[in-house]
C-alpha cells in the first residue's frame, strides 16, 4: 500500500506559499490553505479565524483518510499552528515535510 505524501508549506504573507503549493497540485497533490475558507471572493472576518483553521485541518483530515496526497499553504508561524497538522500526519502515517517559503512576490490578498 502507498502511503499518502503530505507537506506543509510555510512562510509569511507574500513568500510564495501558493505557488509551491500549485506547482505540488499539478503533481497531483490536494491543495488546501485558510485562504480557501473564505471563497474565491475573499471575504475575510478575524472573528472567524479559528473556524477557518479548524475548517482547513478538517479537510486535511479527510483529504488524508481517503489515502490522498495533501500540500498544506499556510504561515504556520508557530509550532502551535504546526502541531495539528504533524498529529493528523502521525494519525495517517503519512509524515509532513516542511518547506519554507522565502520569496518576496506580493500579497493576493492585498
Known amino acids: 500500500m502507498i502511503m499518502p505524501e503530505f507537506i506543509l508549506v510555510r512562510g509569511l504573507p507574500g513568500s510564495g506559499k501558493s505557488t509551491i503549493a500549485k506547482m505540488f497540485k499539478q503533481?497531483?497533490?490536494h491543495h488546501l490553505e485558510?485562504?480557501?475558507?473564505w471563497g474565491e471572493d475573499y471575504k475575510f472576518?478575524?472573528?472567524r479565524l479559528k473556524e477557518a483553521?479548524?475548517?482547513c485541518q478538517n479537510e486535511t483530515e479527510?483529504?488524508?483518510?481517503q489515502g490522498m496526497s495533501?500540500?498544506?499553504?499556510n504561515t504556520f508561524t508557530t509550532m502551535n499552528e504546526l502541531r495539528p497538522y504533524f498529529d493528523l500526519g502521525h494519525r495517517y502515517n503519512a509524515w509532513p515535510q516542511v518547506i519554507l517559503a522565502q520569496g518576496n512576490w506580493g500579497n493576493d490578498h492585498n
Open 53 to 55: 483553521h479548524q475548517w
Open 70 to 73: 495533501v500540500v498544506v499553504s
Open 34 to 37: 485558510t485562504d480557501m475558507f
Open 27 to 29: 503533481l497531483g497533490y
Open 62 to 65: 479527510s483529504a488524508l483518510g
Open 45 to 47: 472576518d478575524m472573528s
